[in-house]
Nanobody, 122 residues
Framework: QVQLVESGGGLVQAGGSLRLSCAAS????????MGWYRQAPGKQRELVAVITSGGSANYADSVKDRFTVSAVYGKNTVYLQMNSLKPEDSAVYYC????????????????WGQGTQVTVSS
């Protein structure tokens, strides 16, 4: 069984910074990509940033130039550095691992973390 555990959420004033971390554990053989989604109340879950095992990163337009995603695939860990936070960044942030292959399966599947709350006050 694979688990994703996030940490680093909290309350911050507008203009401030937070760093989210997510570690995947279990009998993992490989992960194709890891990243972050977020969901605000009454809204659909949306992609924030994702980075592949090859180092290619993709960002939502709303966070470009403010957020940076990074990963250490040898440790199955992904980070999200969030700078210049705005109230509209407030949401539950979910860690995501794509196409996870374990030592007991021959096919990959996605996994999600439980989510961590980020609240930005104005």
């Amino acid at each position: 069984q694979v688990q994703l555990v996030e940490s680093g959420g909290g309350l911050v004033q507008a203009g401030g910074s937070l760093r989210l971390s997510c570690a995947a554990s279990g009998s993992i053989f490989s992960i194709n990509a890891m990243g972050w989604y977020r969901q605000a109340p009454g809204k659909q879950r949306e992609l924030v940033a994702v980075i592949t095992s090859g180092g290619s990163a993709n960002y939502a337009d709303s966070v470009k130039d403010r957020f940076t995603v990074s990963a250490v695939y040898g440790k199955n860990t992904v980070y999200l550095q969030m700078n210049s936070l705005k109230p509209e960044d407030s949401a539950v942030y979910y860690c995501y691992a794509e196409n996870v292959i374990t030592t007991t399966t021959m096919w990959g599947r996605p996994y999600w973390g439980q989510g961590t709350q980020v609240t930005v006050s104005s």
